[in-house]
């Protein structure tokens, strides 16, 4: 090896390209000491460096030394704030905004069905399940189509051109139609939509409950009558009942398919740590075998390394299953 000056080498890669040249490997205790050197390095000059600022400092100088600091810290606390502000709303403000959204559908659905069942019980009961579903088939539709791998087709602004495109799909026109698959989880998709046309039309009949049992006569006197003798107030009520009603379903149908989104991430994000942790333990045990093979077939050819050269401790291998174990610290010429 050539003559090396000390004072030229400043950092670790310098020595680590001369001891490639040499043919010498730094082990993981060469490296590990390294590392405690360096440490011990920065500790000192960070205790010397302390004595000397503490020696020659006034008070103006430990204040523009602390100021910039006392910045860092008020920033930090506000991204702290932020960061835990934002956690709460999301992990704890959705579930807490959906339960309320179930109660005042509930309570919604609840005067709808009064009209046409009797026992209140039961009528409480069927409110309750039906704003239910609603929230499961969301998540249900969603569960099936991450399962069956299905992406939805992303939406588009409307206009005419896409508009005549879904006509002429659905009459069939043309020679070059060709049949559109459906989601894996239509069946879901179907009975929701169903599920929210009766929370909507029970919300609103809900409402009208107080002028429906006013009317008297056949069904279609008492409709008209409604629409022709309902005052202002009447509509507004109804009106903004219905709108009330159509802005809780559809949130709570959001919220629901962001809780299954969420929850599919939470797990893949978990099989992935442990299809990871596999991994390591996959290459590491693989490396193992291959490091035992190599020091065996350089063993039969008598291949000499260069006596600075040491390989790492093996662990007990076995070699063409006869029982023969390689305990080996290294390669010796």
């Not at 000192?44 to 860092?72: G, I, T």
């Not at 069956?148 to 020679?175: P, Q």
């Not at 989601?183 to 009766?198: C, D, E, G």
């Not at 490396?287 to 077939?297: D, G, M, N, P, R």
Request: glycine share 6%; net charge negative; aromatic share 10%.
């Amino acid at each position: 090896m050539k003559q090396v000056d000390i004072n030229e080498l400043t950092s670790l890669q310098d020595v680590e390209r001369i001891a490639a040249e040499s043919g010498i490997r730094f082990t993981k205790a060469d490296y590990k000491n390294i590392r405690k050197a360096q440490d011990e390095a920065r500790q000192s000059f960070e205790v010397e460096r302390a004595a000397e600022l503490e020696a020659a400092d006034n008070w103006a100088d430990k204040f523009m030394r602390w100021y910039p600091k006392l910045l860092e810290a008020i920033a930090n606390a506000g991204n702290i704030l932020i960061t835990i502000s934002q956690s709460l709303i999301v992990n704890i403000g959705v579930p807490l905004v959906l339960i309320l959204l179930l109660i005042v559908e509930q309570q919604r659905v609840y005067h709808g069905i009064e009209l046409f069942e009797a026992n209140q019980g039961l009528a409480a009961f069927a409110a309750t399940s039906l704003v239910v579903l609603n929230l499961v088939l969301e998540v249900i539709a969603y569960h099936v189509e991450y399962t069956k791998s299905y992406e939805a087709e992303r939406g588009k602004r409307w206009s005419l051109r896409i508009a005549w495109k879904n006509f002429v799909y659905r009459i069939g026109w043309g020679d070059d139609w060709q049949a559109q698959q459906l989601s894996p989880a239509q069946w879901a998709h179907s009975l929701l939509r169903i599920v929210t046309f009766t929370i909507l039309a029970l919300a609103l009949a809900g409402s009208m409950r107080v002028v429906i049992e006013q009317q008297t006569g056949a069904w279609y006197s008492a409709l008209w009558a409604i629409l022709t003798q309902s005052n202002l107030m009447d509509m507004m009520t109804w009106l903004g009942g219905l709108l009330f009603a159509a802005a809780a379903v559809f949130s709570a149908q959001g919220l629901s398919r962001y809780v299954a989104i969420r929850t599919v991430e939470i797990r893949s994000s978990m099989v992935v740590s442990n299809n990871d942790d596999l991994q390591e333990t996959s290459d590491q045990a693989a490396a193992t075998a291959a490091y035992a093979i190599l020091v065996s077939k350089m063993e039969k050819q008598g291949v000499t390394v260069h006596e600075n050269f040491t390989l790492a401790p093996l662990p007990t291998y076995s070699m063409n299953g006869n029982g023969s174990n390689h305990h080996n610290n290294g390669l010796h010429t």
